[in-house]
């Protein structure tokens, strides 16, 4: 039976939980968002660790062959 209350009734009840399922989707993406953000910016920062890592490795290498190479020179013009 059709009475105009009902259908305010309908009519708010339909907004409401509208209201809430949208608020619910909105809050659900940003908190997805967050999460894989996070993960994408402690990827990021792993790889630039990763990428000094290798750069000092280098260094320290090429120090390591400087100083060994001198001392053996240094040896052969002292035993010499």
Not at 36 to 53: D, P, Q, T, V
Request: proline share 1%; net charge positive.
């Amino acid at each position: 039976m059709y009475t105009p209350n009902n259908k305010c009734v309908k009519v708010y009840l339909s907004i409401a939980l509208g209201v809430i399922v949208g608020s619910l989707t909105c809050w659900l993406i940003f908190a997805f968002q967050k999460i894989f953000l996070s993960r994408g910016i402690k990827h990021k920062r792993i790889n630039e660790i990763n990428e000094r890592h290798g750069k000092i490795m280098k260094l320290i290498q090429r120090f390591e062959n400087t100083k060994f190479t001198s001392l053996i020179k240094y040896r052969e013009r002292r035993n010499n």
